[in-house]
C-alpha cells in the first residue's frame, strides 16, 4: 500500500531538530497538546493524525504497521526531515518502535510511551468488529474509561468528554484496520535491532497495556531507559502532564540536534 499524506500541525522553530508525536490509537494529535508547547521552545515539533483518525485518510484496509511507518516517512520527507527524534504513544508507540527498528538513520533519539511489543490480540479483533458494527462511538465511554486513571477523569469532565468525542471522531473502518493492526503486531525481534537512545515511559495504573509491556520493551533495547509515572492509566501524558513533558525534553535534549 502506498503512504497517504498525513494531516500535521508544526510548531516551533522551523530550523530547529525535528521531533515528531505519534497518537494513541483512537486519539488525535490534539493528545498532545499539553507537550507541544515546552518542546516548540527548542524542537520544530510536528504533530500528525495516523491514517484513520482526526484529519487524515482513512483508505481502505487491511493495514500493516510497515504501511503506518510509510506514512511517518513520507511525512518526514515532506518535511525535509532527514532525521528526527520520534516519541509514540501506544499505537504511536508501536509505530516510532518499527520506525527506529527499519529505518534506523532517521531516528534520532526515541520516546515510547504506554505500548507494547506484543499485545493481547483478540480484545483488539473484537473492538476491530465493535467498530464495524457499532461505530466507535459505542465503546468510546469504555476506551476513555482506560485512558484516565477514575479519580483523574471524574474532576475533569471536560476533558472526559473530549476524548470521548475524539474516539467517536475517528473513522470506524480506519479504527478498525488500526486495531487489527496492534491485533498483527509482534515487535519483540525488532527491539534488538534498534540503536536510538530509547526512553520507555509506563503508566502504572494502565490497564490498556501495563507495566510488564513497557519493562520488556526496555529490557529488549539496549541501554533504554524506562520510567514509570503515577497515577497514571493510558494516557499518562494527559494525566502527568509535567513528569512526562519534562521527561521528554530531558531526553530529547541529551542528544543536541538530531
Known amino acids: 500500500m502506498t503512504a497517504v499524506e498525513v494531516a500535521y500541525t508544526e510548531d516551533g522553530p522551523a530550523d530547529a531538530p525535528v521531533v515528531v508525536l505519534s497518537n494513541s490509537l483512537g486519539a488525535t494529535r490534539a493528545m498532545w497538546d499539553p507537550q507541544v508547547p515546552a518542546l516548540a521552545e527548542r524542537f520544530r515539533v510536528v504533530t500528525y493524525d495516523t491514517r484513520g483518525h482526526g484529519g487524515s485518510p482513512a483508505p481502505a484496509g487491511p493495514y500493516s504497521l510497515d504501511d503506518l511507518v510509510d506514512d ?53 479483533r473484537d473492538r476491530a468488529a465493535a467498530a464495524r458494527s457499532a461505530g466507535t462511538a459505542s465503546f468510546a465511554p469504555a476506551v476513555v474509561g482506560r485512558w484516565l486513571t477514575p479519580g483523574y477523569a471524574a474532576g475533569q469532565p471536560a476533558l472526559v468528554a473530549r476524548l470521548e468525542t475524539m474516539i467517536a471522531g475517528a473513522d470506524d473502518e480506519g479504527y478498525a484496520a488500526c486495531c487489527e493492526v496492534v491485533a498483527d503486531l509482534d515487535l519483540r525481534a525488532d527491539l534488538g535491532r534498534i540503536t536510538a537512545p530509547t526512553l520507555v515511559v ?31 492509566a493510558h494516557l499518562a501524558n494527559l494525566e502527568r502532564t509535567l513528569e512526562v513533558t519534562g521527561a521528554l525534553l530531558a531526553h530529547l535534549d541529551a542528544g543536541g540536534h538530531a
Open 72 to 124: 511517518v516517512v513520507a511525512l518526514l520527507d515532506r518535511l525535509g526531515a532527514r532525521t528526527a527524534h520520534v516519541a509514540g504513544l501506544s499505537l504511536g508507540g508501536m509505530t516510532a518502535l518499527r520506525l527506529a527498528a527499519r529505518e534506523p538513520a532517521r531516528v534520532g533519539r526515541l520516546a515510547v510511551l504506554c505500548s507494547s511489543a506484543k499485545a493481547d490480540p483478540q480484545g483488539f
Open 202 to 232: 509506563s503508566g502504572a495504573e494502565d490497564p490498556a497495556l501495563p507495566p510488564e509491556h513497557q519493562r520488556l520493551i526496555a529490557s529488549g533495547i539496549a541501554g533504554a531507559e524506562f520510567l514509570s509515572v503515577s497515577p497514571a
